[in-house]
């Protein structure tokens, strides 16, 4: 008996209902939001509220096995000049060469800064921008390693200008709180010097806080599992600011029968093989290319190494799959209602097809762009939203990490204009002092500047 095709058929798109369109569509947040999850976090980040580095320290040793003495959190200079001496210069040239795509692309958004014009005569309007005072980058850690992560958060909020940045990355499981050599690297290359090692709910929660070791940030930004996830959106409640859903890792491939299938193939496990709760999800409208790309994944699912292969095939064959669609016009639909993290356009009309596209994290334009160039090198962000949030929020980007104060500069010929407007509005809303503060300069001396 033959082994079923890798890629799951989902189903033909004009042929689902609506209700099975956003079934098919959804994934990850009931996780995330899970009753029992939210209440055994809020309590975590409760106790580190309450305790500080001692609840910081249960945790690690608690959940990760990790034991470590009051006043270790903080990752040492000794730690960072070992990483630095055992990182082969294939590694430091490559941290550095993304690094370097990073920093391009981020100064490039910080050229758009403060600005002002005259709306009306005397009336002069416009924004401050200024960075973030304070953030906490959180990097997933432990049983692999993402120096990656760190330079695609830690990049955008040095180019900002943040003044404070820290960094938490969980211990290797079972050590005596061995962080990744990896990302002390990329922080040194940086100069962040404040990196922590700890669990990864608790160490959000430190940050948010702060404790006897950690400082208090007013951001918190960084993928995670859900329990991350989940403490990230509870430190909210005390005021600290957090990103878009940052969850498992997603792709969506949009191809037509011009697409090579080899390569196809290729992109299609790119992302499918970052863990079993990933999803990789093709649509197209060529039931031949499908069966090419059936026949490819197969062939370099051999190739790959466990548990990589197995992920690859739950997120091709249980979370993810294949929607086939009649023309690239509803394959755009189907793209825009997925609106994956990463999607990368495989047609012969890419200006058509990018045109229709305005929900994703990211769109890689044509075969020779893959997402493993991107979440390296390039220089976009690759820390984008999952879960459907790319419908309403965008990748982390130097914007992330920046603030804008609305300036204005009116004069007496501006603001006695304006003043029928104002009294207008105060006498329909019930505000006489509001009123007044502009009639009052009707007649009033000119003021001296």
């Known amino acids: 008996m033959s082994e079923s095709p890798p890629i799951r058929v989902i189903g033909t798109w004009s042929e689902l209902s609506a209700t099975q369109r956003a079934v ?13 999850l939210r209440a055994n976090i809020s309590a975590l980040v409760e106790d580190v509220r309450q305790r500080g580095d001692a609840a910081v320290i249960d945790a690690l040793a608690k959940f990760d096995g990790v034991t470590v003495a009051p006043g270790g959190l903080r990752v040492t200079e000794a730690e960072f000049a070992a990483a630095r ?7 430091l040239a490559a941290i550095r060469d993304g690094i370097d795509h990073l920093r391009r692309f981020n100064e490039e958004i910080c050229k758009t800064g403060s600005w002002t014009f005259e709306s009306e005569p005397g009336l002069m309007v416009g924004e401050k921008v200024s960075a973030i005072e304070s953030a906490g980058l959180f990097v ?5 390693s993402y120096p990656s992560v760190l330079m695609q958060l830690g990049v ?5 200008g943040v003044r404070n940045i820290a960094v938490v990355v969980p211990p290797v499981p079972g050590s005596d709180g061995v962080v990744d050599p990896a990302c002390l690297v990329v922080a040194s290359e940086l100069g962040i010097t404040n990196v922590f090692r700890a669990n990864g709910p608790a160490g959000v929660a430190a940050l948010a806080f702060g404790t006897e070791s950690f400082p208090k940030v007013r951001k918190v930004v960084g993928p995670g599992s ?10 909210q409640r005390w005021g600290t600011v957090t990103t878009m859903l940052l969850g498992p890792s997603e792709s969506l491939i949009l191809a037509d029968d011009s697409a090579d299938p080899w390569l196809l193939a290729a992109d299609l496990l790119n992302e499918a093989e970052h863990g079993p709760d990933s999803s990789s999800v093709l649509v197209t409208d060529s039931p031949a290319l499908l069966a090419a790309a059936q026949k490819a994944v197969a062939e370099q699912l051999l190739a790959l190494p466990e548990p990589r292969a ?8 249980t979370n993810g799959g294949v929607f086939l669609v009649k023309d690239m016009v509803e394959g755009a639909e189907v793209a825009n209602a997925y609106a994956p993290e990463h999607m990368q356009i495989a047609v012969r009309d890419e200006d058509g097809v990018l045109e229709m596209l305005h929900d994703a994290g990211e769109i890689l334009i044509g075969q020779w762009t893959p997402v493993s160039a991107a979440n390296f090198i390039i220089g976009c962000p690759a820390s ?5 949030f790319a419908k309403v929020s965008s990748g982390i980007t130097a914007d992330t990490f920046r603030k804008k104060s609305a300036i204005a500069k009116a004069d007496k010929r501006a603001i006695n ?14 505000f006489p002092a509001h009123g007044f503060a502009a009639s009052v300069r009707l007649d009033y001396p000119e003021c001296q500047d």
């Not at 098919?24 to 029992?36: H, Q």
């Not at 992920?311 to 091709?316: G, I, P, T, V």
């Not at 984008?384 to 459907?388: D, Q, Y």
């Not at 204009?417 to 019930?430: C, D, K, Q």
């Open 140 to 144: 997933p850690s432990g049983k692999a």
């Open 310 to 317: 197995s992920y690859a095939k739950l997120a091709l064959g």
């Open 384 to 388: 984008l939203p999952t879960s459907g």
């Open 24 to 36: 098919a569509v959804s994934r990850g947040t009931d996780k995330i939001f899970d009753p029992e």
């Open 417 to 430: 204009r304006m003043t029928p407007s104002i009294l207008a509005f105060t006498a329909h809303e019930g």
């Open 85 to 91: 001496a055992g990182t082969s210069p294939e590694l």
């Open 156 to 160: 955008p909020a040095v180019v900002a």
């Open 226 to 235: 859900p329990a991350v996830a989940a403490a990230q959106i509870e430190i």
